[in-house]
DNA sequence: TATGAATGAGCCTTCATTCAT
DNA sequence: GATGAATGAAGGCTCATTCAT
């Protein structure tokens, strides 16, 4: 019979979950520069000078934003690449599909946009993505193709060189569907479809 | 050639052309939104209201600059992709080395990074792009991987449906290079040539 | 009446009462154009950008000064309109009376000033003026004018059709007090006296 | 046989007369704060250097609009002040009907209203026209009035206090016709004979 | 003398940040 | 802690004025 339901400090991480999510959106559709404090504020259901309790300033909202998500989706990547009982190959699609279904269409993929179009004016946030997201992203990939290499089950040992060959096209989605799917809707599963194809299945017809 | 070096059209073309460059760094640097327009007119030599005789607002300087560039360069790659002399690997090939020299490392990579970085809020922008180089681009691909396919110089028809694979790695070099390439420098030519490979080559293995 | 002297609104409308006074003043004196909302502001004793908290630019601000005073005036002159128990001549007396000690002298004629200068240039303000003051104005004098003159209470029926005669000496008070008054003061009380005995006595010497 | 057909002072007369007849349109059209001398030279059909050539700053050339017309006006309302063997009410309807054909409708007009709309900012011109116009207007409408009273000719001495009286109803139009005639137009012939019946005519009805 | 491109001071307006309540 | 009114620095844009041609 208490009087609030939540406690203070519940109260407080569920507010801050609410600042951080309007400013993904505002970010994402704005881009840093043109964002406005007040609209993020808005969104969050909080006034503008609440947005100072929980960050020092916009700067540091921006930077939290990008280093909330990100480590779950690569708990999952790095654990689907520590099962080498399944084929490279196998292992791969299965890749693709997570990221289809985890990362495109959702709060992942506004941060992703965010990422490619901003992240070259912070350094302090590339290099953050690079430390945690990209380099074990690509350690995740190289190790899976190095093992699918070996094995044959691989189409060629590009994806060891050029763990980046594999991503690319998700980052072309993510790019094109923020511009021109209104032109021209892409179908992504499609695509990645022929792309698994293209750079991942080993070339069957040599084995008979 | 007496007392004047240069024609008056020709100096104000050249004045034109100082500014586009100018703001071309400028906005590749900082983004539209953070863009100085007093950084654009000191870098380009002129004062800030010389920019007013020359475009009319921020926002025109802006799709100027991505006006002016890229129809050369389609000019090029549908030229190429006239020639069906050629095996449809090869001239992709040409494609991608046309692209690595005559695109990446100079303005037009800072183009490219501009409008991926920015493309999404600018729709008369995108449309541009789309209208006048994604879709020529598209075309020109397509049609050598339908030949291509039809005489078995590819490897796989994926590209008749997703010309998009073609490129995913060019784009995912420009936006590597803009914030990773200090961490990790991306050896962009071997990268392409493994695309290449996976994405190109026939089964040749076959064919004996 | 313990912490706070002034509740919230009332702050606040008083706050948009002294911006009102300060724009009024600094409209007056320099003109709409070479007005510099950063003197009106001084002046309010507020900073630059609280006036855009309570107008949303420079045009709203002229247009909310002018649009504010002049009800009660003309609300005054209609009531005195209304009584017909007086003499058309005394009551048009009465008007001047008033008009002298309310409008001129004070933040009213500053606003006719501005209105004579301006209101050419602002459509908006001169068809506000036009319905709620001209026209209000105007049918006042007229009703008086007709009674006056069907009851041989005025000189002339001049004023039921022109009675911008009644008002011009008036305006030309305004103009004269603003430029010219500091080489030769004008009388106006004197002036409107005879101004009152040339439109209004009727003909007393015709009765006898 | 003379290659231009006009001397070069003639010439140069005739370009500052453009200039001014330009100058003199949009600053009464816009004021002189917002008044733009590129406006002023496309209309003068010179360049914008010219008008340089011909004053010295945006405030010298408002100033010489307005030192330039007047005089002959005056010249014409003193030599009829002169002729002493007209009645009083007589040469004052001629000066009304003077002033509604030479002033009204034409530059004249638009200067009348320059003066009234700006003339208390610039000080420099308000002292001009005191001194020029107004003292000599003022000595002409009293010397008539004060003969006129002497005879008998008109009703009232008060023109002899306030020659404003007479002129009055003149500003009065112009001001008018800049905001108001849109709404509803205002017959300056038919006011300004009620405005002369009103003060001028002598109480006939004594004499017989 | 005439031109008009170039200049840069100045002003309106926005918005991140502060702070009294 | 939360609010949102207030602040004022910063930047886009205009336009009077200059000056090379």
């Known amino acids: 019979m208490r009087k609030h339901r939540k406690s203070a400090p519940a109260l407080k991480a569920e507010r801050r979950q ?74 791969l699609k299965q890749i693709l599909q997570f990221i289809q279904t985890q990362i495109l269409g959702g709060n992942r993929e506004r941060l992703m946009r965010i990422l490619i179009s901003e992240g070259h004016r912070f350094p302090k946030i590339s290099e953050l ?35 980046q060959l594999f991503f690319a096209p998700i980052m072309l989605a993510v790019v094109w569907r923020g511009q021109f799917d209104q032109f021209d809707r892409l179908d992504v599963e499609a695509m990645l479809a022929d792309h698994a194809k293209l750079i991942l299945e080993p070339l069957r017809q040599e084995t008979p």
Chains 1, 2, 3, 4 share one sequence.
Not at 30 to 52: C, N, S
Not at 53 to 65: A, C, G, N, P, S
Not at 74 to 88: K, N, Q, V
Not at 140 to 159: F, K
């Open 129 to 163: 993505y690079y430390r945690e997201i990209i380099v074990k992203g690509r350690q995740a990939i190289m190790e899976i193709a190095r093992r699918g290499a070996a094995r044959g089950e691989l189409r060629s040992d590009a994806l060891t060189r050029f763990p």
């Open 18 to 91: 609410a600042i951080l999510d309007a400013a993904l959106e505002v970010f994402a559709a704005q881009g840093f520069a043109a964002a406005r404090l007040e609209d993020v504020a808005r969104q969050a259901g909080v006034a503008k000078g609440t947005l100072y309790l929980y960050f020092r300033d916009k700067e540091e909202l921006f930077e939290q934003i990008l280093r909330v998500e990100g480590e779950q989706v690569f708990g999952h990547i790095t654990a689907l690449a520590a099962d080498d009982s399944l084929r490279a190959d196998v292992i």
